[in-house]
């Protein structure tokens, strides 16, 4: 079976490292699915992500080379987003 192509609309909210990733990951997510395994595999795919570029770096990016310290009202708020 051939691996399907990802959607361009990818190319819209991803950088071309994550794009690679997923592209990369594409052949596996297609099998896991064939296993019914997708939930097993996108937990991982998912914490693999995650760790790479967390949400806190998508919420409040930083346009310095050192990171702005986020107060500790939008920290908890983050925390809970990232929860749900």
Do not use: Y
Not at 16 to 21: D, G, H, M, N
Not at 45 to 71: G, N, Q, R, Y
């Amino acid at each position: 079976m051939k691996t399907p192509e990802l959607p361009t609309m990818l190319a819209s909210w991803t950088t071309k490292e994550q794009l690679a990733l997923l592209q990369a990951e594409l052949p596996g997510f297609c099998t896991a699915q064939q296993l019914q395994l997708g939930p097993i595999f996108m937990k991982g795919l998912a914490e693999h992500w995650f760790k790479k570029w967390p949400e806190s770096d998508t919420l409040v990016p930083s346009t310095v080379d050192e990171p702005m310290p986020i107060p500790s009202e939008e920290d908890e708020n983050i925390t809970k987003a990232i929860a749900r």
